[in-house]
């Protein structure tokens, strides 16, 4: 059934965990038709984990929708694990629970801001398994995009930068705050410090997720465990470049190997943390790609307009 908030879908059919190495088990979850057209929902962060409320783009007539919660993040465990955590276990993650669920092919792979970059991670690592990509919010994985999002900050949102900045408590440490707040919050024996900054690290983020941040959005802030996953694995994952080479989906053996595959790339055009520059650079390397610049929305998939046309293109592509 469709509402004005998208597909509402009865409780899943199925969960559970699987143990993917000694250290992590990944937890998944399905909703939708059993016998449906699979789609794995990617979520973004790195960290954030899933809910029930990422299934409203699917209609559960037709689709069979997974969801993962990635290495320490959701109900995975351990929570916010940083070892043995890279975009390569990821990708193999999802190879595992591909098999796993005995699905020959993803009839779709559905990824936004973080999500966008595993999705084409997996697709490029994983082509044949790849049926079609929506991607939302691109993110490329490179230092230049976050980069770019910090000046945006400063910009955009001086006041929430400042906070930001403020909180470090040396000028050593505002010069360069990425390694500060990754210190500050993966290490040490003091867990309300860490959490501290943490929790500091997200709310400049939440700040500049959408043209107009929501109270659900910002409510998170007081969730201790969401906030733990989402600015460790952040923090993680940008002081390594994402483990990925410099725009290395970019490079021409990488754009060959998901050339074939429908495509669609629906980008706010406020976006703060992804402009539409990245998004811009896909589509131009992917032509046979569909490239939808949402006027006036930010970066949240859960923006009117931009939530629309999510859920258009998933009705579109139930069809292929």
Not at 15 to 40: M, N, T
């Amino acid at each position: 059934m469709a509402t004005d908030v998208g597909y509402v879908h009865e409780d899943a059919f199925d969960s559970g965990f699987l143990q993917v190495d000694q250290i992590h088990k990944v937890h998944y979850e399905q909703y939708g038709r059993q016998d449906g057209k699979p789609v794995i929902f990617l979520h973004g962060g790195p960290g954030a984990g899933t809910s029930r409320a990422n299934t409203a783009f699917f209609d559960p007539a037709i689709y069979r929708v997974v969801l993962l919660d990635q290495r320490g993040a959701g109900k995975s465990t351990p929570v916010a694990e940083l070892r043995e955590n890279t975009t390569q276990h990821l990708v193999a993650d999802i190879e595992r629970l591909r098999a796993h669920l005995g699905i020959g092919q993803w009839h779709m792979v559905f990824g936004g801001s973080w999500g966008s970059t595993l999705s084409l991670a997996y697709a490029q690592a994983h082509p044949e398994a790849v049926g079609s990509l929506v991607l939302r919010g691109i993110f490329l994985g490179s230092r230049e995009e976050g980069d770019w999002a910090a000046q945006a900050a400063n910009a955009f949102y001086p006041e929430v930068q400042r906070a930001f900045l403020d909180y470090l408590p040396t000028a050593e440490q505002r010069a360069n705050p990425d390694k500060a707040y990754h210190q500050l919050a993966t290490t040490g024996d003091d867990h309300a410090a860490r959490v501290a900054a943490a929790r500091a690290w997200n709310a400049r983020e939440m700040n500049r997720s959408a043209a107009k941040p929501g109270p659900e959005q910002l409510a998170r802030l007081e969730d201790e465990t969401w906030v733990m996953q989402h600015a460790c694995l952040e923090l993680h994952y940008f002081a390594n470049d994402c483990f990925l080479r410099p725009l290395q989906f970019l490079e021409p053996e990488n754009i060959a190997r998901i050339s074939h595959i429908p495509t669609s790339l629906v980008q706010g055009r406020l976006d703060l943390l992804c402009p539409p520059a990245w998004a811009w650079k896909l589509h131009e390397a992917l032509p046979q790609s569909k490239l939808y610049l949402i006027a006036g929305a930010g970066h949240s998939a859960t923006e009117p307009d931009t939530f629309k046309q999510l859920k258009a293109v998933c009705d579109e592509y139930a069809k292929l």
